[in-house]
């Protein structure tokens, strides 16, 4: 069982920066590590869609080809926590950006077992 918070989302001019946190609490008897890790995101009226994944270690990102380049994903095992560094957003960036854990690293939403609140990112032109 694992149950994950986002938080950092906000308003933001377009060219603007956002860091978006995830932090994970962990069923006893399991551990963070043994999770991949990603980001989505759904705008209002469309469908979800891929952000960011990354693997059990981290050593593996796979980025959406919207954001790569102005997107960075990380975590942190000992803190439980992973990270979506925003740069550059434009206006199509806004949307409500979730956090999910999976047994494996995958950009398909339907592989995610476990899936945070979300938070809202607002960027203006």
């Known amino acids: 069982q694992v149950q994950l918070v986002e938080s950092g989302g906000g308003l933001v001019q377009a060219g603007g920066s956002l860091r978006l946190s995830c932090a994970a609490s962990?069923?006893?008897?399991?551990?963070?590590?043994?999770?991949?890790m990603g980001w989505f995101r759904q705008a209002p009226g469309k469908e979800r869609e891929f952000v960011a994944a990354?693997?059990?270690?981290?050593?593996?990102?796979k980025y959406a080809g919207s954001v790569k380049g102005r997107f960075t994903a990380s975590r942190d095992t000992a803190k439980n926590t992973v990270y979506l560094q925003m740069n550059s957003l434009k206006p199509e960036d806004t949307a409500v950006y979730y956090c999910?854990?999976?047994?494996?690293?995958?950009?398909?939403?339907?592989?995610?077992?476990?899936w945070g609140q979300g938070t809202q990112v607002t960027v203006s032109s």
């Open positions: 999910a854990a999976a047994g494996g690293y995958s950009e398909y939403g339907v592989n995610y077992e476990y």
């Open positions: 962990v069923a006893s008897g399991r551990t963070f590590s043994r999770y991949a």
């Open positions: 990354f693997s059990r270690s981290g050593e593996y990102t």
